[in-house]
Each structure stands twice: as structure tokens, then as C-alpha cells.
């Protein structure tokens, strides 16, 4: 698998994915949509990865889109509304149809300023670890832009409606302690801890029963797109999947037996 402006290692159950384009605090390219892809499928079809964590290399977790090629009208931004438009759907839209779909848990250990699209990728992730100089800002109208990769969906989905447009008309940036305030992330840590504590976030999910997890994540997004009755049809379905796997019985016996389970995704 060769990548561009990404890294991928892995951790025993755990996959880790670097932002890697440091010279634009990990600004958004083609290249890199490409890698992310890649990256995702790579972790999605290996039956040994249980989490994900995503990350970015040097002081900031991502600065969204590209400045630089903004400036100029090139790459990502060049056409006039119709191609645009083209491009964002081609593009960067890739990315969140790729995490909606992506059915294992992903923490962000979020290493710096997440700003604008930025942002949005950090609220992609479903367990959001923040270093204490950390920023965070949708910043879109500040620059004479929207939230044109979906991030109204997913910021309001993260923290609710009336915080979101705040954030979103107003282009504030807060710290840190504030995006922990409104409940953008799930704790602050020191930046020399935080890949460790990140890990440590996922090796406990990790532990648990694979094909329950991925269940669950996939019944709580779902949760915000159908009715009462819908949801719990599907709960109804998904845990007759659930309570026929071996992974089902291996945990009750483990409790029964006073020992730790040793799950085999099966």
C-alpha cells in the first residue's frame, strides 16, 4: 500500500493513521483523500484491526483546506461553481462518505489546531481525545466559505444544534478546556500522554467482542436517522446477529468462569 501525505501502522488490534503533511499542518490534498481511502479500507478489511486512531504528524491534528491553493484558485480550488462543486463531490466528499460508512470505532488523538475542515474530520471520529494546546474553529465564514464538506451535519451531530451554529456563524476558536466545556471532545491531556492515553482508549474498546462493537456503533449512529420503531427493530435484528456468535458465548462463560474473555471476532 504506498500512501501520500499519510502514514499507517498498527498496534496489535489497533490501526494508527498520521496525518502527514506537515509543511501545511496537514491541509487537505488529493493525495492525502486518496491515502485516507487506502488507509480505511486496509483497516476496514482486516479482520485484526479493532479500532482505529487517527492522528496528524507535527503541531496540528489538520488545518483543512489548503490556503496556499485558496490563494491562488489551484488544486481543490480551481474552476468556476459548477466545477467546484464537481470537485467537493469528487473530492473531499469522500471522506465522509468513507467514515459513515467505516463500522469500526476511530479515536482522534488530536494533536493541534482542528480548523475548518479540520474540524470536521476530528467530528468523523467517534472518541475525540484533545492535547491541552490544542484549537478548535469553523472557521468557513471568516474566509467567505462554508462548511462545504458536511461539517454542519457533523459538528450539530457532535454537539448539538444550537452550539453548532454559534460556532459556525460566529468562526469562533476556542481551547481546549471550552471544546471539553461543550462536549467537542471527551478529555484533555497533555501532549506526552496523548497517543498513550489514545491507545489506552482503544485497546479497552479492543477488548471487547469485535462484531458487538461494530454492531453497536453502527445502531447508535442509525439511531439519528430513524424513527423509535426503527431502532428498535434493528436492535432487535442485530443482537439476534449478536447472541449467534461465538464471541457471545466466550463472554458470558468468561463471566460465569470469574476470568478475562479472549474474543476471536467470530
Known sequence: MELQDLQYTK??????ITLDREQSRNAYSYEMIDSLEMAFNAAQDDDDVRCVILTGAGRA?????????MKSH????????VRLRTKYVRGIHRVPHLLLKFDKPIVAALNGAAIGAGLDLACMCDIRISNERAKYGSTFVKI????????????SRVVG????VELILTGRVIDAQKALEIGLVHEVVPQE????RAKEVALEIAANAPIAVRLAKTACYQAYEVTAEQA???AAT?????????????GVNALLEKRAPVFKNK
Not at 491534528?61 to 491553493?69: I, N, V
Not at 489551484?74 to 461553481?81: P, Q, V
Request: aromatic fraction near 8%.
Open 238 to 250: 442485530y443482537q439476534g446477529i449478536a447472541q449467534n456468535t461465538a464471541d457471545h458465548d466466550e
Open 161 to 164: 444544534m444550537p452550539r453548532a
Open 232 to 234: 428498535l427493530s434493528m
Open 74 to 81: 489551484t488544486g481543490m480550488f480551481e474552476g468556476d461553481a
Open 11 to 16: 498496534d496489535g488490534h489497533i490501526a494508527i
Open 61 to 69: 491534528f489538520s488545518a483543512g483546506g489548503d490556503l496556499k491553493q
Open 144 to 155: 467567505g466559505l462554508v462548511p462545504g464538506d458536511g461539517g454542519a451535519f457533523f459538528l
Open 193 to 196: 500522554t496523548l497517543l498513550e
